[in-house]
């Protein structure tokens, strides 16, 4: 049976950043720095990187990324 759900949205406060590079080194396909913040890439967080994206959330230093 198929389930649907909600894709998830990942976005990250760039006051609590500091540049590390977690989590674009876990999810490149998300997280990009960009001037020394990390940014997100897409809109939606596909589903192939669900997993990856909750990851570099677990491992943010200071706990600036969410997903909702
Ligand atoms: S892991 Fe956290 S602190 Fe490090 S670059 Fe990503 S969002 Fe910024």
Do not use: Y
């Amino acid at each position: 049976m198929f389930l649907w759900r909600p894709a998830l949205k990942a976005s990250v406060d760039s006051e609590l950043c500091v540049g590390c590079g977690t989590c674009e080194e876990i999810c490149p396909a998300v997280f990009q720095l960009v001037d020394g913040k990390s940014h997100v890439k897409v809109e939606m967080v596909p589903a192939r990187e669900e997993a990856a994206c909750k990851s570099a959330e677990k491992n943010c230093l200071t706990s600036a990324i969410s997903i909702e």
